[in-house]
């Protein structure tokens, strides 16, 4: 009898004992996750704390902020879902499952996904449809080796969790493009993505690097455009804003850059911007070449709140200003930026410079101390199945 009692005793304290683990353990991991979404940026606070993002992937597209706005164009009646499970590509028939088709086939609103891991190699360059997202987390997509992304007059676009690099140059050709029209293409350069004459695009969480051009080109009157936490390294020529000298139209030009890493071995465009206004926010820069920040034809750059790590030996400066001899008036501003390794900022005009967002653009800005915290996810993310991205 008094064994009965002793071992009831025993596995009454035993379960007493796990249930006080669990909750302390459920507690812990409470606060760790407190913790962890209170030290991301503005947009990651608003999706990566689900652990469940994968069967609600759209809420994505109210997280976005800067000039681009929030996507809800992109989700809600008439979405299509369409999962790759084809990496290969055929420029002209494309076969149903690859990621050429999706853009080409599939009318109105489309949210594209990845069954697998793959690489994709672009035998010509890739026109993205309005209304479309791609959306490659919880896999590995490659898109390297031959041509890449165009972005050709189209609105509502969401790139999103790709890794995208050795784009090359491709020789004038025909495509199919969005509802099955057959496009002429010019030659293209090599570059990552390009858009031009498109508006309210967002380029969040790509891994970019190597490619014969740039890595973000934003051309002939493209507009309203957020470009957030990417990873850029290994690249001269990184991110143009404006096509060139003569394309006037670039004047009402608009562009987010945000808590994205640049470097190492950047050397050049983080961006570059001509005649339009860009706001560069909370950016982690690792080192440049030539420069970090530059412009011409009198843009207007509102730097702030950025960490500016100047390299070890070579050029100090940050900024870059080309001199176009029209006296015309140029801004170049600072705000609340941090500069380590003896980096300069060099400022010109208008001391008053503001965004200018609309309720739905504006966004919170941190202290440019933590930087490297908001920016430390970067890139194309890693999103383990069972836990939160």
């Known amino acids: ?17 796990s249930i006080a683990i669990l909750f302390t353990q459920r507690t812990i991991l409470a606060k760790t996750s407190k913790k962890s979404i209170k030290t991301m940026n503005a947009i990651d606070k608003c999706w990566r704390w689900n652990p469940k993002w994968r069967s609600h ?25 369409y999962k790759v499970t084809d990496p290969s590509d055929n420029p002209l028939n494309p076969q149903e499952g690859t990621l050429r088709y999706g853009m080409t086939n599939i009318r109105g609103k489309v949210w594209i996904t990845f069954q697998r891991d793959m690489k994709i190699k672009l035998e010509k360059p890739l026109l993205v449809s309005s209304f479309t997202t791609i959306d490659g987390r919880g896999v590995t997509i490659h898109i390297a080796g031959g041509a890449c992304l165009v972005l050709h007059k189209v609105s509502n676009v969401i790139i999103h969790g790709l890794k995208i690099h050795h784009c090359r140059p491709q020789v004038a050709g025909t495509v199919m493009g969005p509802d ?14 390009r858009l031009v004459s498109s508006s309210k695009v967002w380029i969040d969480h790509n891994t970019l690097f190597e490619c014969d051009d740039g890595l973000i080109d934003v051309t002939r009157g493209s507009t309203d455009v957020t470009i957030s936490n990417n990873r850029f390294r290994n690249h001269n020529k990184v991110m143009l804003l404006g096509h060139d000298d003569g394309f006037l139209r ?3 030009m608009k562009v987010t850059v ?27 820069y690792q080192g440049w070449g030539l420069y970090a920040i530059g412009g011409s034809m009198n843009p207007s750059i509102k730097s702030e709140a950025n960490l500016f790590i100047a390299p070890k030996s070579g050029k100090k400066e940050v900024t870059w200003i080309k001199n176009n001899g029209n006296g015309l008036p140029w801004n170049f501003q600072s705000k609340r930026d941090v500069f380590e390794n003896g980096a300069s900022f060099t400022e010109t005009g208008d001391a008053s410079i503001k965004s200018h967002y609309n309720q739905e653009q504006r966004f919170e800005v941190s202290d440019a101390k933590s930087v490297r915290t908001l920016t430390r996810s970067s890139g194309a993310l890693r999103c383990p199945k069972t836990s939160r991205c």
Not at 59 to 65: D, F, H, I, K, N
Not at 180 to 193: H, P, Q, S
């Open 1 to 17: 009898m008094t064994s009965r009692i002793l071992q009831a005793t025993f596995w009454r304290l035993t379960l007493a004992l």
């Open 57 to 81: 992937r759209q809420q994505l597209a109210t997280c976005s902020v800067g000039f681009a706005g929030k996507m809800t164009n992109n989700i809600g009646t008439g979405m299509t879902h």
């Open 180 to 193: 099955r029209k057959i496009e002429t293409l010019a030659n293209v350069d090599g570059d990552a993505i």
């Open 250 to 252: 670039d004047k009402n």
């Open 258 to 284: 945000a808590f994205n890493h640049f470097g190492p071995a950047c050397h050049q465009r983080m961006p570059r911007v001509r005649y339009g206004y860009a706001h560069v926010v909370n950016n982690l």
